[in-house]
């Protein structure tokens, strides 16, 4: 098969590509032409020509609506990283006043880094960044396993380490995981032992790329395989699942000093050593003499040691 001739970014219109977003993101041209504050009749004229480009529709009609095609739906997430360059390589500056700037900060993050780092960190930029965005988006495990890829667009990826190698990181704080048991179970005496672990049923968080727990895996190591009886993909939602059951649950420390007295649940240290979570920023290379991304770095850094010590053993935070 012959390949296709090597583009030439010289013949081609860049405004298309923020109307090709619009489309993509509306999937509809009036929607897409009121976010881009443009008339409908010149996005249909986008549209066409972005029809042509590609030999393909695009959107279709089904309906009362319009749908992605396949090819359409492939191109979303290159078209927000050829936008998010874009405006990176116009937004930069010698100089950086972070009283001053405009610019949107994306990070990937967890639901858990989100509760842990994200009310201080939207703090900390509504005092030195006041004009600034931050963004705040969930992970995908394709984030994870092309995290080389998905990095040129971001700003950094929160995570612990084990998931993500040979790229620049900066730790941000430790945690330690805790079990949690209900208030209402009798099986479980002021301790929980191993025995209680190997016996009772769990919540377990699905193990995939981006989110499997590191104590499990530990807890394995001694001849324990956790009978999980209820599968999530959040650990937000593992101290609800836990109330009011026979069943176990491993969650970090932090989270758990969240729990009040009346949510029904337990604290417990864990019987075995369970390594600490460090949670850490990932970012790509390319961004390492950015002065904005270094003023990003150091605010996170400064966000992170303003965190509260947690005890390994309940999960509390520890007093200075």
Do not use: K
């Not at 032409?33 to 972005?50: D, I, T």
């Not at 029809?51 to 191109?75: I, K, M, Q, S, W």
């Not at 009310?119 to 969930?138: D, E, G, Q, S, Y």
């Not at 965190?307 to 309940?314: F, G, T, Y």
């Amino acid at each position: 098969m012959d390949e296709a001739p090597p583009l030439r970014l010289a013949n081609l219109d860049l405004n298309l590509l923020l109307s090709l977003r619009a489309l993509l993101t509306e999937r509809n041209v009036t929607r897409a032409a009121a976010a881009l504050g443009l008339s409908q009749p010149a996005v249909s004229a986008a549209l066409a020509r972005l029809r042509r480009h590609f030999g393909d529709e695009l959107l279709v009609r089904v309906g009362n609506r319009y749908e992605l095609t396949p090819l359409a739906a492939r191109l979303i997430d290159r078209t927000e990283a050829a936008v998010a360059g874009i405006e990176r390589v116009f937004s930069a500056a010698p100089d950086f006043d972070p009283a001053a700037t405009t610019r949107e900060f994306t990070l990937l993050v967890s639901d858990y880094a989100t509760s842990v780092l994200g009310p201080p960190l939207a703090a900390a930029f509504a005092r030195t960044a006041p004009r600034a965005r931050l963004r705040l988006c969930p992970h995908r495990p394709e984030d994870v396993t092309g995290a080389a890829e998905r990095l040129r667009a971001v700003d950094g990826l929160l995570l612990p380490h084990g998931f993500v190698d040979d790229m620049p990181y900066l730790d941000l704080y430790e945690d330690h995981w805790v079990v949690l048991v209900a208030t209402t179970n009798d099986r479980v005496g002021e301790t929980v032992t191993l025995d209680d672990l190997a016996a009772l049923p769990w919540v377990t968080v699905y193990h995939r790329p981006t989110a499997f727990i590191p104590a499990a895996q530990q807890l394995r190591a001694h001849g324990i395989e956790p009978r999980a009886q209820v599968v999530v993909e959040s650990f937000l939602p593992i101290p609800d699942l836990v109330a009011g059951t026979d069943r176990v649950g491993l969650l970090q420390g932090r989270l758990a000093a969240r729990l009040r007295p009346d949510d029904g649940v337990r604290v417990l240290p864990c019987p075995f050593t369970a390594t600490p979570l460090v949670e850490a920023m990932w970012w790509h290379p390319t961004y390492d003499a950015d002065p904005a991304h270094r003023w990003l770095r150091g605010l996170l850094t400064e966000v992170g040691a303003d965190l509260p010590a947690i005890s390994a053993a309940d999960g509390d935070p520890q007093q200075e």
